[in-house]
């Protein structure tokens, strides 16, 4: 109970705080162009709290459902466009309605909401590198038998001090570059004690999307080195008529070295109705079992026990100096907005299967566990969170900021604005777009609940 109080209040302030990053944008570039704001809202529902601005010309309020905001210009809805509607606005305020205004001022006005999340995201990285992250080194702690690691002379114990001559400071800087990478070459700089030497590995091409699968790990073989241990067995499930035990160290399966959870799903999802022998420690003992997975609905095989995953290097605190933090504050946003909008097109394309899309349950639990990791964590969920919420509002689709800058496109080669008919129209579809991706991204959350 307590826990998931935890993830439903980091939840709310996670979303609530973005929400109102978003919304200050629209707000503040607004009244600095001298549009005349009525409302401006976090929320929607009845209203939890409300006060007037020192000018009485702004309302401002939190309402009971964090799940969105708004900020209402005077004459900005379709519906107050035209003589009727300015004939209701006072002739001192005519000048200062939204919809008289030039389109680069609506333009500006549409566009803050989504740059300020990205202006959040920038400061929330800078905060992450200088405040320290935990990471994990990048030091090589596996080394797959007969894989393109082993092969290019990769050792245990081997520090990467740069890859394509930028240099890293934890294995996920590495990760990020194979995935980059694939099917080509990519240069390594690597220490072994005093000793350092340079190489070039080939990275070969995975058959799933690299963004979906551990690249350094599965397809080159080398990795942080993994413990893949069992939390828990359920009672007559193949795990546990097989003889696994709870604390049990995955050693191999099917006479192959087990280095991460993913490696280990993956095969025993391919193993339904066949029996498998498998390798763990326990204790001081190495013993020798045989599961027999059972398919589910799916065909997929199960085992009927829950993993847990400990990398066998300790992590680090790697604080950035100034400098390298301001820098890395534009760099990861960046990054992690063209990475949001590859997934997105890769995902229109059926590059990646949409099933991979996450919803409010997703970002509740991740927030939950961020939460948990301490403040740091917090914030860089945040900031990736932020980077997905301006790049879902420039998607140009009606009722989202993309679809504004599109009518104003529209209006600006046109001469003339939409007419109000079509505007509505338009924006049916948008909200009928949206309320489709919302529903199959809820979907998704509770399939994923559901199966485990």
């Known amino acids: 109970m307590i826990e998931t109080l935890h993830t439903v209040a980091a939840f709310v302030v996670a979303i609530a705080l973005l929400i109102a990053v978003h919304e200050y944008g629209h707000f503040i570039v607004a009244r600095k162009l001298g549009v005349k704001v009525e409302k401006f809202s976090i929320g929607f529902g009845p209203a939890l709290l409300s006060w007037r601005s020192r000018d009485k010309e702004v309302l401002y309020v939190i309402a009971a459902i964090p799940l969105g905001g708004y900020v209402k210009m005077l004459g900005e809805n379709p519906d107050e466009q035209g003589d009727e509607a300015n004939a209701e606005i006072s002739e001192a305020d005519k000048h200062r309605a939204f919809d008289v205004q030039p389109v680069w001022k609506r333009a500006s006005i549409a566009v803050a909401g989504p740059l300020f999340n990205f202006l959040f995201a920038v400061v929330a990285y800078m905060i992450v590198g200088w405040g320290g992250q935990s990471i994990l080194p990048p030091v090589i702690g596996q080394v797959a038998p007969a894989s393109v690691a082993e092969r290019a002379g990769l050792l245990i114990g081997d520090r990467i001090l740069a890859v394509d001559g930028s240099k890293v400071h934890s294995w996920q800087q590495v990760e990020e570059i194979a995935k980059s990478r694939a099917g080509m070459n990519m240069s390594l700089n690597v220490a072994s004690g005093r000793v350092e030497r340079q190489m070039n590995v ?10 979906l699968v551990n690249v350094t790990a599965d397809y080159v073989g080398m990795g942080p080195g993994t413990k893949v241990k069992v939390a828990e067995v359920v009672k007559d499930s193949p795990a546990d008529l097989g003889g696994l035990k709870a604390g049990d160290v995955i050693i191999s399966l099917a006479g192959e070295q087990i280095t991460g959870i993913g490696p280990f799903i993956e095969k025993i999802r391919a193993l339904a109705g ?34 847990t995953a400990k990398a066998m290097i ?3 605190i790697y604080h950035m100096g100034p400098a390298e933090g301001f820098v890395h504050g534009f760099a990861r946003t960046w990054e992690m907005t063209s990475m949001t909008f590859s997934v997105l097109g890769k995902m229109l394309t059926a590059s990646i299967s949409p099933e991979n899309l996450g919803g409010p349950i997703a970002i509740a639990q991740i927030a939950g566990r961020t939460a948990e990791l301490g403040l740091i964590a917090f914030i860089s969920f945040l900031a990736l969170i932020s980077v997905n919420l301006g790049v879902l509002n420039l998607l140009p689709i009606p009722v989202l900021d993309g ?13 003339a604005p939409l007419s109000p008919k079509v505007l509505e129209r338009t924006q049916i579809v948008g909200i009928v777009l949206i309320a489709a991706l919302m529903i199959f991204a809820f979907y998704n959350d509770i399939s994923r609940w559901l199966n485990g």
Do not use: C
């Open 202 to 211: 080939f990275v070969p091409q995975p058959a799933r999307d690299p963004l």
């Open 274 to 307: 066949q029996k498998v022998n498998i390798s763990v420690q326990r204790g001081d003992v190495v013993v020798n079992l045989v599961l027999a997975p059972q398919a589910d609905n799916g065909g997929f095989g199960r085992i009927g026990a829950k993993m």
């Open 314 to 316: 300790a992590p680090e």
């Open 403 to 415: 679809g504004h800058l599109v009518y104003l496109t529209i209006e600006k080669l046109r001469g």
